[in-house]
């Protein structure tokens, strides 16, 4: 609730405010949008290069050619990792239900 009043309150002095200082609110508005339009306009053309540079077709194949062969290398040791881990779990699992069923 106490929030709720102090945010009716700051938006009734900040309507106020604007009223009583409304010249150098508009001076402000007026430095305020080229720099958001500037800032805004550079975050787009980096995101657009971004998008623009993943869809070229020059670049990216050798990267995607050679990840799958690295890839599998790494994926076949996971693979195996994982198998010996599994078993040892359902080892330990194992054990652990002796140890229940002895309790």
């Known amino acids: 609730m ?3 009043l102090g945010g009716l309150a700051a938006a009734f002095f900040g309507i ?4 009583i200082w409304f010249k150098p609110f508009l001076n402000l508005l007026a430095g ?10 550079a975050m787009a053309a980096y995101l657009g290069y971004d998008e623009v540079k993943d869809q070229l ?8 050619e050679a990840v799958p062969e ?3 290398d790494d994926l ?3 693979k195996e990792e994982a198998e ?10 194992a054990e652990l239900e002796k140890v ?4």
Request: hydrophobic residues 40%; charged residues 30%; aromatic residues 12%.
């Open 32 to 41: 305020a949008i080229p720099l958001m339009l500037l800032l805004g306009g």
């Open 57 to 64: 077709p020059f670049g990216k194949k050798k990267e995607e």
């Open 70 to 72: 690295a890839a599998t």
């Open 84 to 93: 010996k881990y599994k078993q040892e779990v359902e080892k330990l699992k």
């Open 2 to 4: 106490k929030v709720f």
């Open 100 to 103: 229940k069923s002895a309790s």
């Open 76 to 78: 076949s040791k996971y």
């Open 16 to 19: 106020i405010g604007i009223f």
